[in-house]
């Protein structure tokens, strides 16, 4: 949608992610994890790779080193050896073993729960340490990936200038925060099964949230 259209009030705003709750009520994280360790590990490893890919190779890197304890002295050649069929596998092996690292010695071995700790360790920005406080530890946060920033965009909730910080601001400004954490999810589901990026009717897309407000 162009830039000169206005853009969404809260009230609509909320109305929309509803819209989108009803399209897919099951809307949660697909990256398979069994703990808060696993689960940091796998957001890292996902960056610009399908959670499908991510989910193909933790089980066995999981079993071969399920604590930090274990990933931290794992041999880096092992480690990309069991992820290098996803992208940038060289750079995340030296991640999650510098994270895990940092996770004993910084943390005990535990993963922290917020913003400024989560964002110390190796590999972990913004989304990654949303991710992890929403789905790991139920804390009010917006993880703003490719599809929540091309949907906000797409639907004008933000500006089409806005940066991934701006939009995460703007959804947590018209947004209550008991709705922050399944927005996410559902902005991720709606754009990656209703309203892909790659080209297709996006109309059909626009009169699906419309039925489903008027329903």
Not at 110 to 127: C, I, Q, Y
Not at 164 to 184: G, I
Not at 186 to 214: S, V, W
């Amino acid at each position: 949608m162009p830039d000169k259209e206005r853009l969404l009030t809260s009230k609509e705003t909320i109305e929309l992610i509803e819209a989108m709750g009803k399209l897919f009520p099951n809307a949660k994280a697909e990256l398979v994890h069994k703990n808060s360790f696993e689960l940091l590990i796998s957001v890292i490893l996902s960056a610009q790779t399908t959670d499908i890919s991510v989910n193909k190779i933790t089980p066995a890197l999981f079993q071969a080193y399920p604590t930090p304890e274990l990933m931290m002295e794992a041999p880096l050649d092992d480690i990309m050896d069991k992820i290098k069929t996803i992208g940038l596998y060289r750079n995340k092996s030296k991640f999650i073993k510098k994270c895990s690292r940092e996770l004993v010695e910084k943390f005990g071995g535990e993963v922290p729960s917020t913003h400024k700790e989560l964002e110390s360790l190796a590999g972990v920005g913004r989304k990654t340490a949303n991710v992890v406080m929403s789905v790991a530890f139920d804390k009010p946060a917006i993880a703003v990936d490719t599809h929540v920033e091309r949907i906000s965009k797409k639907f004008n909730i933000c500006s089409q200038k806005a940066t991934v910080r701006q939009v995460e601001n703007t959804l947590m400004e018209k947004l209550p925060e008991d709705l922050w954490s399944v927005a996410h999810h559902r902005m991720i589901f709606f754009g990656r099964y209703q309203c892909p990026a790659r080209t297709h009717d996006h109309n059909l897309c626009i009169e699906k949230i419309k039925e489903q407000i008027r329903a």
